[in-house]
């Protein structure tokens, strides 16, 4: 079989996966990143895109299934912020299957700044209410204002195809956490009782897919990581 024939085999049955997981998966999550362009306006992102200073970001977030959202982004400089829910909405963190969120929300978004690294944003999930009274329960760490900065550098992956130019960063983009991993907020990890090796990550064009081959019976947490210079 010649090369190019290969290839394009190859690449139907990655996208022939990445369907199945869509319409097949019990449990599916969808994470789109969006940079505000020179006119104001919206763009999707590769979620491997190295930002750059001052950029505007926010990100879109569907799920196929009732559930519980907190999202906290721990910043390059180590400062932790809750993202979702937002202040504005109160303790109000109830999302509801095929509809779309806004995170932050609003009118609110990042704006890219601090050292260069990675915006680690911690996104908790649960087809169960958490009960706030559970000891140890927290959607912020309880030392985020004295958190130390991530010694993390992003660099361009040459062996990624890129357009116009971009710099793309194959450790940016949704990850899953393993257990213990020190880098996680200690009391988010505690509260996920599924974890997050039960979860699959997929990326159709540039969205993120992280899907359950079975219906979730507890909360799972997983990351995206936000690369800028």
């Given at each position: 079989?010649?090369?190019?024939?290969?290839?394009?085999?190859?690449?139907?049955?990655?996208?022939?996966?990445?369907?199945?997981?869509?319409?097949?998966?019990?449990?599916?999550?969808?994470?789109?990143?969006?940079?505000?362009?020179?006119?104001?306006?919206?763009?999707?992102?590769?979620?491997?895109?190295?930002?750059?200073?001052?950029?505007?970001?926010?990100?879109?977030?569907?799920?196929?299934?009732?559930?519980?959202?907190?999202?906290?982004?721990?910043?390059?400089?180590?400062?932790?912020?809750?993202?979702?829910?937002?202040?504005?909405?109160?303790?109000?963190?109830?999302?509801?299957g095929n509809k779309e969120?806004?995170?932050?929300?609003?009118?609110?978004?990042?704006?890219?700044?601090?050292?260069?690294?990675?915006?680690?944003?911690?996104?908790?999930?649960?087809?169960?209410?958490?009960?706030?009274?559970?000891?140890?329960?927290?959607?912020?760490?309880?030392?985020?204002?004295?958190?130390?900065?991530?010694?993390?550098?992003?660099?361009?992956?040459?062996?990624?195809?890129?357009?116009?130019?971009?710099?793309?960063?194959?450790?940016?983009?949704?990850?899953?956490?393993?257990?213990?991993?020190?880098?996680?907020?200690?009391?988010?990890?505690?509260?996920?009782?599924?974890?997050?090796?039960?979860?699959?990550?997929?990326?159709?064009?540039?969205?993120?897919?992280i899907a359950s081959t079975?219906?979730?019976?507890?909360?799972?947490?997983?990351?995206?990581?936000?690369?800028?210079?």
């Amino acid at each position: 079989m010649s090369r190019p024939a290969w290839i394009l085999l190859a690449a139907a049955a990655l996208l022939g996966a990445q369907s199945r997981v869509m319409t097949q998966g019990a449990h599916r999550m969808e994470i789109t990143l969006e940079r505000m362009d020179a006119n104001g306006s919206w763009r999707s992102v590769d979620p491997a895109l190295v930002l750059s200073q001052d950029d505007r970001v926010r990100f879109r977030f569907r799920t196929n299934f009732k559930g519980y959202l907190y999202v906290t982004n721990q910043a390059s400089s180590g400062a932790y912020e809750q993202l979702f829910p937002s202040i504005e909405a109160g303790r109000d963190n109830r999302i509801e299957g095929n509809k779309e969120y806004q995170v932050p929300a609003g009118q609110n978004r990042f704006r890219i700044s601090g050292p260069p690294g990675y915006e680690i944003v911690y996104w908790l999930v649960s087809p169960v209410r958490l009960s706030e009274s559970e000891p140890g329960f927290r959607p912020l760490p309880p030392d985020y204002r004295s958190a130390k900065p991530l010694q993390l550098i992003p660099r361009c992956d040459d062996t990624v195809l890129k357009a116009r130019g971009d710099c793309l960063d194959s450790s940016a983009g949704p990850k899953l956490i393993p257990r213990g991993d020190q880098m996680t907020p200690r009391e988010l990890l505690e509260q996920s009782q599924q974890g997050s090796g039960d979860l699959m990550v997929m990326k159709q064009q540039n969205k993120s897919v992280i899907a359950s081959t079975e219906p979730l019976s507890g909360p799972v947490i997983y990351q995206f990581r936000v690369a800028h210079k």
